[in-house]
């Protein structure tokens, strides 16, 4: 059975926030014809290719975009080069999944085509999880690149151990995807201000969707947290669409739209410049 394209169409009000010179989406997941799904991950149910992005990209203002390894493909990150490939130099950078048993030229293939950094993903599907995680981070430490880790944030308290040995950079994806979402207050919120001020944590704002209770576009529950952390740590910010959106049913694909413009509300202007531009251009050698 053929796979559908994802050609959904840019419908709706354009973004009100005028994205600045070097914006970048530091969040995307592609689906390629060719590539099937790998052994452990979820089916495919849509195909999301380069030039349907590129569509996006253009009516949301970016310019530059960080490609994740979505858990279809697991270990195969082939599809990720792929989508590199179609994007041209300087433009796009990526995020791999890489194991305790990559090789150094592996490791260098992929840094060539512009992957900085390897995926940890402590969530159902994900292909590499915390048990790991510090293997690999041996592994990539010669690499300049960083650990973007996903985890349910309500669970901190289980991995805040492991993260608190992190030597290099990395990520606290999606919001810390608390599900169901705490209040600004709650002392694992704490925790993450705490795990930033240590001088190697970022944070991604990211999918406030897949855990808000309360729904866009003000997602008044997740909102709170972001808040916080951005007041706190405007330096270690980024932000990502998340597109395609595969996560939650079709019919609950948030606006595009809305997921940028959400910046009007968390952030000043200066804060919007290093969370799209200035941020993105040091973690991902742009």
């Given amino acids: 059975m053929s796979i559908p394209e994802n050609t959904r169409p840019l419908t709706g009000p354009a973004p009100r926030f005028k994205a600045p010179a070097g914006a970048t989406d530091c969040h995307v997941h592609v689906f390629l014809p060719g590539f099937e799904a790998q052994e452990g991950g979820p089916q495919i149910a849509e195909l999301a290719t380069v030039d349907n992005y590129r569509q996006l990209q253009q009516w949301l203002g970016l310019e530059r975009v960080v490609i994740t390894q979505p858990n279809a493909y697991q270990t195969n990150n082939a599809a990720l080069v792929e989508a590199l490939k179609q994007f041209g130099p300087n433009v796009a950078r990526a995020i791999a999944v890489i194991t305790p048993d990559t090789t150094q030229s592996e490791l260098e293939r992929l840094h060539e085509k512009g992957v900085r950094g390897a995926r940890i993903m402590q969530l159902p599907g994900g292909a590499v999880g915390i048990d790991r995680m510090l293997a690999v981070e041996e592994v990539i430490q010669n690499m300049g690149w960083h650990l973007m880790v996903q985890f349910n944030g309500r669970d901190l308290p289980d991995y805040h151990e492991e993260l608190q040995k992190i030597k290099g950079r990395y990520i606290i994806d999606h919001i810390g995807k608390f599900i169901a979402p705490v209040s600004a207050d709650d002392q694992r919120v704490d925790d993450i201000l705490r795990l930033i001020d240590k001088g190697n944590a970022w ?84």
């Fill in 203 to 286: 944070f991604k704002i990211c999918g406030a969707y897949e855990t808000s209770l309360t729904g866009g576009p003000d997602y008044s529950d997740v909102s709170p947290i972001a808040k916080r952390v951005i007041q706190h740590a405007p330096d270690r910010i980024i932000w990502g669409s998340n597109w395609p959106h595969v996560g939650v049913n079709r019919a609950q694909y948030p606006s595009d739209a809305e997921q940028l413009d959400i910046l009007l509300d968390w952030a000043d202007a200066v804060t919007q410049k290093k969370i799209l531009v200035d941020n993105p251009a040091f973690l991902y050698d742009f």
